[in-house]
Each structure stands twice: as structure tokens, then as C-alpha cells.
T-cell receptor, first 114, second 111 residues
Framework: AQKITQTQPGMFVQEKEAVTLDCTYD???????LFWYKQPSSGEMIFLIY??????QNATEGRYSLNFQKARKSANLVISASQLGDSAMYFC???????????FGKGTKLTVNP | NAGVTQTPKFQVLKTGQSMTLQCAQD?????MYWYRQDPGMGLRLIYY???????DKGEVPNGYNVSRLNKREFSLRLESAAPSQTSVYFC??????????FGSGTRLTVV
């Protein structure tokens, strides 16, 4: 069964610094996709970045990058140059190739301090 | 382009009452999903529908029923609400190549 683990319930970072949010996953399916979502206090789920298991390069989207270490089964989100608006809950999620189910971790609450 | 629309946004029910949460998407997506979000638990899948006319149980289906009315609409019904069903409910749809789009959520309180 697929499983996502986010071990950091909360993280703090100073504005303009970089921060890494950890995510490890467990699956026996060689084909899978990894997602990161942001949930601000307003509650909506905002898609940030996607990494496929067969992608050769780490995904990047603006200030977001995904540090994909396949052998270690980790998919950490790196946010560069943090902004106050980055304060939110961040969720890692995975979908196995043959499954319809997107499975989420429990999330990490990021607080960016001025 | 509205994406995924959920109604209502807020609801208070008494224990034992029934209600239906509505969800509609205008992106011509085949797959639709219902999740619930509880503090410290992330999002957990209740039911999903891979295509019109099919539905399947997710991780936490007990106490819920769903209907995939057509390709656009996927509703979630609570037949006899319980306090344990107090939660925030999200509907989502999935399009190619991989993107999931979420609705804005329904905050349900059962007293």
C-alpha cells in the first residue's frame, strides 16, 4: 500500500531564506507521481509541483523545486527566497501508476518570519 | 473557467440529519474524488469515480454514499450525520497529464 510520511509538523524560516520540507514515500509500484500542494489559511488546495518516477531531472517551478532521491524514496520540496505569503500548510502526495487514488501526507505547517 | 465548484461552502447539521454535498467540474475530466480533511490528518479519500457510471470506495467510506450523476457532477451524501463527520470536505477532479484540481471546500459541522 502506498504511504506518504511528512515528519515535520511545523517549520520556521526567515524571510528571503531557503527552506526544505521533507517527504518520504513508500510504494512497490515502479510507476508513480509525486505532488506538492500548498494550503493557505483561506483553505484552498494549490498545486505547486509534480515529479514523475521516470523523470530524469528534478522538477522546478519558479521558486519551488523538488529534490527527488529515488533510491531513498524521498521527494523534498525546496522553497527558495521565502516570502511572507509562503506561510501555509504544505502537503506531499503520491499516486501510483495503476491507481486512481491520490494519497496525502499529514502536512507541514510553514511559518515565514519577517 | 470555474474549475471545480462545491456547494454549500458551510453547513451545520444536527446529528441524524441528512444532506448532500454537490460538486461540479467544467474541465471535461473523467475522474472525480471526495476527500475529507481533519486537523493533523491530511486529506483522506472517501470515494472516487474513475468515469461516468462508476464509483469506488476510498480510505474512509463508512457513513457516506456517492452518485456520479453525469460526467460533470459527483455528489456526496450523508444519510444520518454523526459528530465524527464534522470535517472539511473537498471535491477534486483529475485531468491529463496528471493534474488534480480541487474545489474550495465545504466546512461541515455536525452537532
Amino acid at each position: 500500500a502506498q504511504k506518504i510520511t511528512q515528519t515535520q509538523p511545523g517549520m520556521f524560516v526567515q524571510e528571503k531564506e531557503a527552506v526544505t520540507l521533507d517527504c518520504t514515500y513508500d510504494t512497490s509500484d515502479p510507476s508513480y507521481g509525486l505532488f506538492w500542494y500548498k494550503q493557505p489559511s483561506s483553505g484552498e488546495m494549490i498545486f505547486l509541483i509534480y515529479q514523475g518516477s521516470y523523470d530524469q531531472q528534478n522538477a522546478t517551478e519558479g521558486r519551488y523545486s523538488l529534490n527527488f532521491q529515488k533510491a531513498r524514496k524521498s521527494a523534498n520540496l525546496v522553497i527558495s527566497a521565502s516570502q511572507l505569503g509562503d506561510s501555509a500548510m504544505y502537503f506531499c502526495a503520491m499516486r501510483e501508476g495503476g491507481s486512481e487514488k491520490l494519497v496525502f501526507g499529514k502536512g507541514t505547517k510553514l511559518t515565514v518570519n519577517p | 473557467n470555474a474549475g471545480v465548484t462545491q456547494t454549500p461552502k458551510f453547513q451545520v447539521l444536527k446529528t441524524g440529519q441528512s444532506m448532500t454535498l454537490q460538486c461540479a467540474q467544467d474541465m471535461n475530466h473523467n475522474s472525480m474524488y471526495w476527500y475529507r480533511q481533519d486537523p493533523g490528518m491530511g486529506l483522506r479519500l472517501i470515494y472516487y469515480s474513475a468515469s461516468e457510471g462508476t464509483t469506488d470506495k476510498g480510505e474512509v467510506p463508512n457513513g457516506y454514499n456517492v452518485s456520479r450523476l453525469n460526467k460533470r457532477e459527483f455528489s456526496l451524501r450523508l444519510e444520518s450525520a454523526a459528530p465524527s463527520q464534522t470535517s472539511v470536505y473537498f471535491c477534486a477532479s483529475r485531468g491529463k497529464p496528471y493534474g488534480y484540481t480541487f474545489g474550495s471546500g465545504t466546512r461541515l459541522t455536525v452537532v
